[in-house]
């Protein structure tokens, strides 16, 4: 049985920036990134591309993943939930296998530059808490999100008090709580946890704290990812020429 199997999402159809998870990043697929970074994971046993697209599926394969079914184009929308995707992928390991893994080892194409050792330490994190539901990598904020703003009408409103007195967010900021963003560096779920509450992430989920990532959204993301997987030259040979 697969104990701890890597699971990457790879739709087509993407808008923002087409073709997204097969464009070419300093010579390979964007997607080719997130495989080669699982593949190199020590205590990850297989790594599984969920796509609707043949084309997509042959690329996957070419760079080490496996790609043993296509995603239905109803779970393959701009709106599709990662909930539908995942369960779909827990029903082919159930009906075709008849075992389903214990954890899931979520990566988004979209954050290509991994360094294999920190999804290691992501899996014996989660590994050696009992008590947590899930992983989700994050990094800190360059300033608290206390002192953001959304707009109420023409107006500033503190996002964290919806007040258009913005008085507060004028103090200096370490008067204010550390905020976190959630970076897509590396999710790990609990299958269990998912079949038993149909959530992906629930209560208790884990902090994993890493350096920061670029997450590709648009062709300036693209562009700034294109510069640091060159001079990232060490990363790249690892993972293309190992």
């Known amino acids: 049985m697969s104990d701890i199997?890597?699971?990457?999402?790879?739709?087509?159809?993407s808008k923002g920036l087409v073709n997204k998870n097969i464009k070419s990043l300093n010579g390979h697929p964007l997607l080719a990134y997130s495989i080669r970074g699982a593949c190199l994971?020590?205590?990850?046993?297989?790594?599984?591309?969920s796509t609707d697209s043949e084309e997509y599926a042959s690329i996957a394969t070419k760079y080490g993943a496996e790609v043993p079914f296509l995603r239905p184009p109803e779970i393959s929308k701009d709106d599709s939930k990662d909930l539908d995707w995942i369960y779909h992928a827990l029903?082919?390991?159930?009906?075709?296998?008849?075992?389903?893994?214990?954890?899931?080892?979520?990566?988004?194409?979209?954050?290509?530059?991994?360094?294999?050792?920190?999804?290691?330490?992501?899996?014996?994190?989660?590994?050696?808490?009992?008590m947590a539901t899930a992983l989700r990598s994050i990094h800190e904020m360059s300033e608290s999100a206390y002192k953001w703003f959304e707009v109420d009408g023409d107006y500033l409103a503190c996002l964290c008090t919806q007040s258009r007195d913005i008085e507060a967010t004028s103090l200096g900021r370490e008067l204010f709580p550390?905020?976190?963003?959630?970076?897509?560096?590396?999710?790990?779920?609990?299958?269990?946890?998912?079949?038993?509450n149909r959530k992906i992430h629930g209560d208790r989920v884990l902090a994993f704290h890493t350096p920061r990532v670029i997450d590709i959204d648009n062709q300036e993301d693209f562009e700034i990812a294109t510069f640091l997987a060159k001079k990232n030259k060490n990363l790249f040979n690892d993972y293309f020429h190992s």
């Open 5 to 13: 199997v890597a699971l990457i999402p790879a739709r087509s159809g």
């Open 41 to 49: 994971a020590k205590g990850i046993d297989r790594v599984l591309v």
């Open 91 to 130: 029903d082919w390991f159930e009906k075709h296998e008849g075992a389903i893994p214990r954890l899931i080892v979520h990566l988004r194409p979209t954050a290509p530059l991994r360094q294999p050792k920190i999804i290691e330490d992501g899996i014996k994190a989660i590994e050696a808490d009992n």
């Open 178 to 196: 550390k905020t976190y963003e959630p970076n897509g560096y590396v999710d790990i779920l609990k299958t269990d946890y998912i079949l038993k």
